[in-house]
């Protein structure tokens, strides 16, 4: 089946794909940007704040994504880029009205 309901239905899940993925990916993207930003701001006034660098690479305390949170975030981006692009290429919804 290819009719109209059939590309409502591949567009609505494009959607639905697309605001699922976001809230996951947003979290460590935001830590990275906030804790990179922050550690920067407070090395130029010569406050040493090791342990945002560690927060900014992935190691949360009891929980050391270090080694794989680059890769994480890196695939989130990609998996956001890609949905957001999908979004934009399954073009929009036709207006009906002919007012």
């Known amino acids: 089946m290819t ?18 993925l976001v809230p996951i990916a947003a979290v460590p993207l935001i830590i990275t940007a906030l804790s990179g930003s922050i550690y920067g701001l407070l090395l130029a006034n010569n406050v040493e704040a090791f ?21 994480i975030i890196g695939i989130l981006s990609l998996l956001i880029a890609i949905s957001g692009v999908a979004l934009f290429v399954g073009g929009r ?5 002919t007012a």
């Open 93 to 97: 919804r036709k207006n009906t009205s």
């Open 3 to 20: 009719g109209p309901s059939s590309t409502l239905r591949k567009r609505h899940l494009r959607r639905r794909l697309h605001r699922a």
């Open 51 to 71: 342990w945002l660098m560690k927060i900014h690479t992935g190691n949360f305390g009891i929980i050391n994504l270090q080694p794989y949170y680059s890769v």
